[in-house]
Each structure stands twice: as structure tokens, then as C-alpha cells.
């Protein structure tokens, strides 16, 4: 089936292509025509082909980038559990390298447009709640290891995690000299310390 | 002077407008024209005269947001210090009423346009850079009152706090179902609670 397999690999062409748009001048900034013609498209008939609108293009966007960071996450977590496990979780999650960097980028403008777009909200809902279930089994595990004490309230462990991670796409954009990959995967490493410590000061 | 006040008035019913806007449309669903007209100018010369663009328009909404922010912060903290002050502070950052709720989304359309205008950045860098100083202080008050044992790594202490309260921007608009207001205060509670505890369980 070579014309399935181009169509697909067509797709995914468009919207490696739209990610470095976004990353780059921003979503607001680049009009259907632009991406066409980044893509090598010489008119944007053969986009709309694919995406029938700019919220179609991010939704799809944001959507395979979901996927690639759990492709990453599974890779990261395969044969770890408890502590070890969520560690990798987070480190595919924050924006701490050039690829997660681009990622996030796509990710902020996608929350944007989400605000006002039920369709996009339901999506990212649903990676939060996908990263959030992935958080409170590897806090299980730990538990059940003995990796850290009982938890009094593992799923404000879990929001609180997750929140940190959200709050990092938006303070490593505005103040990226300050909030370095190495500053974000040391919050990380003083939240999962503080769980093993079980005990600890602030 | 009259007209001086008059102008200020203008400017800022065009932004009050123009958050209602946001809040309900999105920013890059309102053109220039669409604001002037909900601002009740037959033309859109008027609005232009205050705001060349909407980059500016923005820039100023978010502006007085911070403003406004700033001055809620200022009086909720008036009196007090260390914990019931970096309390005071919290609750009126985090989106967890209605006011602060249109805040938030202006704050998330600011982030992604910040992303690709260093202006903007600028503006949102600040704002962050402010509250981290605050926080900051009232840590220092706090440890100085004995309200909580000495801090090993303040620094990381307010950075988490802040990257929640960024982050809480994000998950209560994807799941405003899940992350209410009443939810919010709880992880801010938690985090005022382990400070306050000296050492706690997580």
C-alpha cells in the first residue's frame, strides 16, 4: 500500500514542519499559506487536503507529540517501577532539552487555543489525566516497595508533580537563563528525594 | 485636567473590554475591528490611537493585570508576614475565583504570544521575577519568626511554589472540573503546611 504509507508519511512531514513554525514565529504568525509553503507545497490546496483548518493542524500537532513523549515515557519506564519510573517520567515531560524545548513551545500555543476551543481542551485534558494515572501507579509502587513512607495524600503528591511540570513549559520560556534544563531536573530530583526521604525539610 | 483623565479612562475601558474578549473568544479570534466594536467605536482609528497593535493591546492588558495583582497582593499582605503573608500572596495569584480565572487566560494568551516577541517576554519575565522576590522575603521572615526550621535550599523552595502556581494556570483551565478553586487552595495549603511543619510526610 505505497500511496497509504505516503499519506501518512505526508502527514507527519506537515507537522514536523508546523513545530519548528510554531516554535519559531508562532502559531498566530503563520497563516496556512506560510506552513504550504514551508512544507514545499506551491499552493495550500494540498494542506487543506490534510488539515481542513489551523486548529485541525495543532490539534494534530500537539496530538503526535503526545504520543512521541509517551512512546518516550514507555521507553524510559520499561523495566523500572516506583521511584526510578517516575523519574523518567518527568524528564520526558519538562522542557530540559532542544526536543522537549520545541515540544513545549507547541504545547503552550496549544493551551492557548484550547482556552476557547472545547475539542483541543478535551485532548489535553486527556494526556494530563494519562500522565496523572502514570504518576499514582509509580507512587503505588513506591509505596508498596517501601521507596518512600505511606502517603498521606498521594493524589495532591500527584497534582503537585504534574502542576510543577505544567508551571516549568510556561517559567523556562519567559526566564530561560534562570530556568535551565539542569535548575528544572534539580526541582525534579528535591520533589522525588523528598518522597524517598519520606521525611524531610523543606 | 479633564481630558488627561478621560484618556486614561478610555484606555482602560478598552482593556477591561479586551479581557472579557479573550476570556470568551481568544485573543486571535477578536481582530482589531471586532474589539473596537465591542468597545462601542464605529471605527477602528480610535482604538488604534491608544493601541497600534494588537501585540500592544496585549502587552497593556496584561500589564494592568499585573498591576491589579500587584496591588491586591500588596493590600493582603499588608500587616502581615512570613507564612500568612506568602498565604496572602498565593490567593491571589492562583486562578481560583472568578476574577482571577479571566487573569489566568490572559495570562495564558500573554504566554503564547511571549514565546515569539521578546517584549512581551520581557513584561512576563518580570512580573515572575517580582513574585519570586516576594516569596523570597516572606521565606525569610518565616525562618527569622522560627515558623519553620531553616530553609536548606530556599531558592528551590520558591521556584516550586511559583511553578505550581504557573502551572495551576494550565490545569484548571484544561479541567476546571477537577482543579477548582477549593482544590487549588488545598496544594497550596499542603505546600504552606510542609513548610510550616519544619519536616512532614509528603
Chains 1, 2 share one sequence.
Not at 481542513?52 to 519506564?77: F, H, M, V
Not at 517516575?86 to 507547541?106: G, K, M, S, Y
Not at 539542569?182 to 522525588?192: C, G, I, K, N, P
Request: charged share 25%; net charge negative; hydrophobic share 45%.
Amino acid at each position: 500500500m505505497p500511496r497509504l504509507v505516503d499519506h501518512q508519511e505526508r502527514r507527519r512531514s506537515i507537522i514536523e514542519t508546523t513545530w519548528q513554525l510554531i516554535a519559531g514565529q508562532g502559531i498566530e504568525n503563520a497563516s496556512m499559506r506560510d506552513i504550504a509553503r514551508e512544507c514545499g507545497y506551491a499552493a495550500p490546496g494540498v494542506l487543506a487536503y490534510y488539515f481542513p483548518s489551523k486548529d485541525a493542524l495543532l490539534l494534530a500537532s500537539y496530538q503526535l507529540i503526545c504520543e512521541r513523549t509517551n512512546e518516550r515515557i514507555a521507553a524510559g519506564t520499561r523495566g523500572r517501577r516506583g521511584l526510578a519510573a517516575l523519574r523518567a517520567l518527568c524528564l520526558e515531560i519538562i522542557p530540559a532539552d532542544p526536543l522537549t524545548v520545541v515540544e513545549a513551545r507547541v504545547a503552550v500555543s496549544f493551551w492557548q487555543r484550547a482556552q476557547t476551543e472545547e475539542a483541543l481542551r478535551e485532548v489535553g485534558r486527556d494526556a494530563l489525566l494519562y500522565w496523572r494515572a502514570l504518576v499514582m501507579g509509580f507512587l503505588a509502587e513506591a509505596e508498596h516497595d517501601g521507596e518512600c513512607a505511606t502517603l498521606a495524600d498521594p493524589d495532591a503528591v500527584a497534582d503537585e508533580l504534574l502542576n510543577v511540570m505544567m508551571g516549568l513549559h510556561v517559567t523556562s520560556m519567559l526566564d530561560p537563563d534562570a530556568v535551565t534544563g539542569s535548575r528544572q531536573r534539580h526541582l525534579v530530583e528535591r520533589a522525588l528525594a523528598r518522597l524517598s526521604a519520606g521525611v524531610t525539610a523543606p
